[in-house]
């Protein structure tokens, strides 16, 4: 059996679930959690999990790390990428350029009250219609690429909720990715799953976790195994 691979941002980490919390309550542990969706996946279909997401990861980042990691995906393997925040990017950077950034600068709303390069960001460059386009990008190279490895289990998530319900943007991305490539509904995601908060308040906490790991395995179980 082959191994799962799973792309995406903090959600997808398990970022404030009860094995992943730094000691200050609010930033994630050093290592992805074992208690979040993408475990409840590996464990349902028998794959050993290669988690990849990241906490404040971006669309970008997310392909940028799928396209790099792509040569130790096997054809027996399977894919997840849960799709993130749109309106997120990163500056990618050289490994001798990068700091303490994980693959480069980070830039999100979040960061506009600390950071004056974010800020200037997202009052004079960001466009959601730009942000749209180039996800729909990410998505379509990103399959082809798995495809092109004979990769043939792949599945395309969201994290959901409020930023993927706008009608318009939905109407703009499903109609520019490909027809073969199998995106879940883009408005349900784990966000659309939340009943509860993890540690640092501001994450799905465990039921929420179990609840969307359910919810996938019922809809693609059998398709990931």
Known sequence: MGKLFVYGCSYTFGHGLADCTADNGLDPGPIPSTQGWPNMISKHTNRKIVNRGEPGGSNKQIAYRLLNNSPDITPDDAVILQWTSPNRTIVLLKDDDRSNHSDGFKLGPWMTKKDLKTKMYYAHVQSDFDDVVMLSWYINHTNLKLKSLGITKILNVTKGGQE????????????????????HPITEGI??????KALDGRHPGPISNTNYGNFLIKLYGDYLT
Do not use: A, P, Y
Not at 165 to 181: E, P, R
Not at 191 to 196: I, R
């Open 191 to 196: 966000s659309t799953h939340t009943v509860d």
């Open 164 to 183: 993927f319900s706008d009608k318009q943007f939905g109407n703009i991305l499903t109609q520019m990715v490909d027809n073969d490539v199998l995106l």
